[in-house]
């Protein structure tokens, strides 16, 4: 099912995505889940956690009882405490799945919840891919455009404008996500700016673009 949803330019709008990046040594972990447990008991954004808040102070006293036992060199008990390890990791990143769907849920308020959780937000790369851009094209009086694939069978529609956006100048459609304007001024400061086509009707035209034509 295709949706379509209009995303806006706003940064806040961006989904905040929950990252696991549990401390390596086994106290550590034990220290953060507690903090997790902490964290999300009785909070009122996550009214019923996925495992259940029980359930992962369960595995994290079975992990800290392994350990004990794993630093008291019992026999067997390093493998039973690796194994009460991965069981604690994985009750976690179930538990984030579900802290996940909860700020999902609440787009803007996202980074703030999945924090009141004690889980890190991603760190998302501030260089967003660009859309739509233009950049100079292979020969002179020449742009080269590219754009977002819309779907597997879309067609792209490509203007430029030579007056700050006051006319448009259409030029061919193309089947891929990508063109060449030529014909154009070299010096001149020209906007462009294209739209996918697709069987559910006419996409949004992009943010346009300056490109100084070489």
């Known amino acids: ?15 905040s995505i ?8 086994v106290p550590a972990l034990i220290v953060f889940s507690q ?3 902490t964290k999300m008991t009785g909070n009122a954004s996550f009214p ?13 006293n079975d992990l800290a009882t392994a350990e004990t036992a794993a630093n008291a060199r019992t026999k067997g008990a390093v493998s039973s405490r690796n194994e009460k390890k991965a069981a604690l990791l994985t009750l976690l ?5 579900y802290v996940q769907s909860v700020a999902d849920a609440n787009v803007e308020q996202g980074a703030s919840i999945i924090e009141s959780a004690s889980f890190s937000v991603r760190k998302t790369t501030a260089h967003k891919p660009r ?4 950049v100079q094209g292979a020969v002179s009086g020449s742009a080269k455009l590219v754009t977002a694939t819309a779907a ?16 448009w100048v259409t030029a061919p459609s193309t089947l891929q996500a990508k063109t060449v ?16 086509v697709t069987k559910t009707g006419e996409g949004d035209w992009s943010q346009s673009v300056t490109l100084i034509v070489k």
């Open 152 to 167: 597997r069978r879309a067609s792209y529609e490509w203007q430029s404008s030579t007056d700050g956006g006051k006319t």
């Open 93 to 97: 990143r179930q538990l984030m799945g």
């Open 181 to 196: 304007i030529t014909g154009l001024t070299p010096g001149a400061s020209v906007l462009f700016r294209s739209r996918s």
């Open 18 to 25: 929950a990252a696991l990046s549990p401390p390596g040594p």
């Open 1 to 15: 099912m295709n949706h379509h949803v209009h995303h806006n330019q706003t940064a806040s709008q961006h989904r």
């Open 48 to 60: 019923s956690p996925t495992p259940t808040l029980a359930v992962v102070a369960q595995a994290t």
């Open 131 to 134: 859309v739509f851009d233009a």
């Open 35 to 37: 903090s997790v447990i």
